[in-house]
Every structure is written in C-alpha cells, then in structure tokens.
C-alpha cells in the first residue's frame, strides 16, 4: 500500500515465502561454518561461491513446494514453525471457548481457522467479489471507468500498482522527500500484471510469457461463467490495455534516481493535468482526508493514462477492470480459482507443488496480525540478551563506518563532515518494536476468509491515510519480528534488523568474532552503505532530498559507481542471453560491497591484539569471508532466476559473493590470489567507494 522507498537486504518474494519442512541442521558451537559444505576441488581465487558452497549446492534439491533453497529461507522456515505453533494454540483457545472474543489471541486464532475453512470458501466460490463484478458491469461511460478505478476493494486489488483496487495506478501515502517531517500523496505507475519487458519484448521468451498470460487470463474468466470465445476476447483486449500501459510505464532501473522522480504539486495541478480522473471523488473513495499536494512521480504515464481512459473503448477498460478485481482475489475464492491462481505461480516461478494450507494460513496469519503473532514470537523464541548483543554489533559497525568515512582518500573535509553527520544521526531498530501495534480497532468478526482479508487491507490503509498532513511515524517497524531481512529507509535515515535475522547462520552468539563479522556484519554493513548508495547519498541526515556532495566529490563517487554498473552488467544467469541489470541494481552492489568493506575493518578492529587462531584450518580473515558466501548460498528454479533479473533491485546470490569479493584486496590477500586470477578484477577496474 505504501509507496515508500525502503531498501530491504533482499526482496521478500525472491526468498519465497514458502514453509516446508526445515533442513536446517542444529549446529554445534565453534561449528558455525561446516567444511562439508565446501568444494575444496574449485580454487577459492577461481570461483569462491563454488569453492565455499559447492558441496551443498550439489547435495541439496529445492523442495516441490518452493523456487528456491538457501540460508535465508532455511532460517524462515524455521522461525515459521513458531509461527505455526502460536496460530494453533490461540485456534486451540478459540475452539476451546477459552479467548476472549476480540483479543489477540482470539483474532490470531480465528484468523487461522477461517483461512483453514476451506470447505466455506469453495461453496461460496467467487461471490465475494460478485457485488464489484455488478458494479463493473454497469460502467456505460469514460467517467465510469474513471469512477470503477476507486471503488470496489481497498487495499487488495491486481497489478504490482499497488494502492487501491481497482486503479491502473498506485496512490498513497508517502513521505515528502524533500520534507521527511510531512507525509504527502504519492502517485506511481501500476496496472501491469506481467513485467513491463514481457509486454514490450519480442524475444521467444517474453512472446511465450504473453501466450500463456492470455491462456491464464481467458481460464479464470471462463471461470466467472463467461464462454470461451468470449473470454479469449476479453484476454485480448486486456492484454492490449495493459500493453498501452506498460509503453507508457518507465523501466525500473529508471526509476532510481529521486530527483527524476520528484514532482510535488498542489492536488488542482494534477487534477489538469489529467482532467478524466476526478481525484476529489477518488480520494473520498478511498476515504483519504488532508491531501493538498501529490508528487506525481511519473507525469507522462498518467497523463497517457488519462487519454486512455476516452481512447480505448469502455469495453475493453471493462473487461480489464473484470480480470483486475478477479485477479487479486483468486487465492481467497472457491477451489477452482485457488488451482488457476497456483496454475500461473507454476507457469511464472516453476514451483511444482502448493505448500500445505495449514502453512499457507499460518503465513496469512502472520502478514495480517504480525505484530500480535510477533510479540507472542518474541517471548519464545528471542532473549534480551541477544537483543543487547546484537545492537552491540550495529554500535561497532557505525563507528567503523565513521572510520572509513574519515580515512576515505577520495572525499574532501566537506563531504566527509556531511557524511558522518548522516551516520551519526542513523536510527537503529533492533529486534522489535519498542511499542507493539494496537489491533483493537481491527473487526474481523465476519467468520469469512476474504472478508478478514479486506478488514485487514482497510484497516491499514486507514493507518496510512491518516498520517497524510503529519509526520511520519518514525517508531514504526515496516517489518515483522519473525521476518529473515533488514532494511534501511532513507526517508526515516533509519536501519531496522527484525529478530528473525539475527540467529543462525547470520549471528549466533556461540560463532567466533570472523563469522559473526562476515554474515550479520556485513549484513548491518550493508543496510547502513544504503545510506550512502546512488540514491540514499542524495538524502541528508534529516531524510531529505538534498546534495549535500561538493561538485568533485559527487563526481568521483559516480565514476566509482559506473564500474560497478559495468562488473554486473557482464554477469549472466541461466543462459548467455540473461544479464544481471547493473544499473537495476546498482545500490544493492554498492552496499555489498560497502557493506562487506566495513564489516571487514570492523572484524580487525575487534580482533586487534587477539590471538589469529585457525579454526578448522581457516584464518580468521578466511572464516569471515565464508560466512558471507554460506549466508548466500542458494539453489533456485530458472525461472526464479530470470524473474529475478529482470524485477530485482537485488543480484543472484552467486554475484553477490563473487561480485564484491573480487574487488576487495582483502579477500585477495586472505585467500593468496594473484593478479590475473578470476577473483580479482583487475586493478584499473576494481571498484571501491566506502
Ligand atoms: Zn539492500
């Protein structure tokens, strides 16, 4: 719902929220990296993802039910059994009669079983949706379509727009980002269901993804009762929309750069520049109060959306609007449209099985009450003292930073006195919130599934819009307590490492200082370099949009940041013909390789006037550098792959191993390898920026 610009370690999805029985072994302590795990045949200075994870990769398979297997989707699993076990023990109390109706534990609990009643669900088939279906079909005029756009579902709704329903756009709050004290509007592209290369691409692949696109879309339609020939019509039509749609949406990679991105004008300014969306009546719609200016982030889409709206005829907006509020609704209808709706997961990600409902629901439950099932996560599963140490951890790894910052040969006085002014005012979220969300106001007495669902969805997008005319909520946590991630917001200037990241194999209390540096060090190292990324460097110390950067300075830093752009632009997955977008992720590389560098000085720091002992055969210098490719190990489907590439602001976990390391002098040296090796670049090109 909320458009805000959050960095986040990884993108949720390309972890799969899948829970399927954990193969996470319990390690012993002092073993926190297994040389089983290795393939000592690859030289560590040819390929050191190989070198480090060989050996798992090759004996390990991704279950039916995922896209991938890795550390961080082991770990999830493993914090997903607790989840587990505290959503059946509150339904156990609401079966019992034993929760009190309208607390915590009674919504968890009723959550849980509404989700499990699956046999509900596939007897009312799709009339959830069948009174917005009506609406939808009696839509007569342009203005009508303008109007269908803010009715129906809130908070729900298809497309990757975002934002409300029905709309071929995002709108929603966010902070002004030259004023991190107002929240404002902000308006986004969306509408798309595929990505926007998929519709424009002429390549076999992105043919094939439309080709099945419309198989997908014409089944699910037939589903509602249309015939087949109309529904392959429809699919059509609505493909030929969207089509418009993404010629008109910018690429991703883009739509990095924030100035580029800023326009802010008074609400009646946008309201010209679009005059067949009536916004007043659209913002009632969603029931949005206070909204004077909106930074229109990409003018051109709405105002070719705008001429969309009179140019294609009604019936084709009709049929989109139809599949659109299908679309989101499907996992939560009757049986048929469950199955198409796993049918395009299939096609799309090359997943083979579904996860257990009982795992689906105790996800579900997780996302809609998360701070209610966290705070239940935290008292079994989480203790103050690791709390303590792990911001102990983030402690050290800001003021080796600042280190950096000072020592860096590049950056004048100037800048560095900025730089660490930003630093020095980071907010750091460790763990959990320090006030757990109030869900008092939430109703989810309707004992129906997707009913719970748009509670849920309403109710946080009536937190959202009543923030718009204020300041942010800076205490509030984007994540929940069990989530494997972190984030940085450069909004808030805020770093947040939730409880589920700060176990095993990422930070475990019993490792040496080398393997907690390498895996969670480098992880905080990573979130805080976002504050200093291509675009989180364009954000001052008070989360505003401002160059704080001399001329030269800024200058440099771009010349730095191109080669970069370069080293992942020559990487490839899957086949020759797929490369890594370094421009797309250019600010996740750059905090690899930020994050790693200062992890790394953190670590001799911390082991200065220590004893270097080998464990296991391996300096500390090498242990660290394990640690960094055994959290990134990782095996996914092709598809996954691909999908990734083209959508991800992240790299595949092979070159988010071997991409930085082959540009640090360090790894070279703790590793012996040579100019000329294929782990390191050569010296002209390596990049260093922190
Ligand atoms: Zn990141």
Redesign the pocket.
Known sequence: MRPAII???LTAAAIGVAVSSSLVAQRAANHALDRANLDTTCAPCTDFYEFANGNWLKHNKIPPDKTSLGSFGMLGDKNQEVVQKIVIDDANLVRDGEAKLGSNDWKIGDFYLVCMDTVAMDKAGYAPIRSELDMIAAVKTPDDVAKAFGQGARGGGGGRGGGGGLAPFGLGPQTDPRNSKMVIVSANQGGLVLNREDYLGTNPRAVKRRDDYIAHVSRSLELLGESEAQAASDAQKILALETELAKVSMAQADMRDPVAMYHKMPLAEFAQSTPHINWTRYLQQVHARNVTDVNVRTPKFFTSLDSLITNAPVDDWKAYLRWHALNGAMPSLGSPFRKEAFRWQQITTGVQQQQPRMKQCAAATNAALGEAVGQDWIKRNFTPEAKARAAKMVDNLVSALRDRINGLDWMGAATKQQAVTKLNAFMRKVAYPDKWRDYSTLNLTSGKYYQNQQAVAEWNAARAWARVGHAPDRAEWSMTPPTVNASYSPSLNQIQFPAGILAPPFFDPNADDAVNYGAIGAVIG?EMT?GFDDQGRQFDAEGNLRDWWTPEDAAKYKTAAQKVVDQFNGYTVVDSATHVNGRQTLG?NI?DLGGLTVAYFAMEKALAGKPHTKIDGFTPEQRFFLAWAQVWRSISRDEALIQQVKTDAHSPSRWRVNGPLSNMPEFAKAWGCKEGDPMVRPENLRARIW
């Open positions: 960095r986040q370690l990573h976002h996740e905090a």
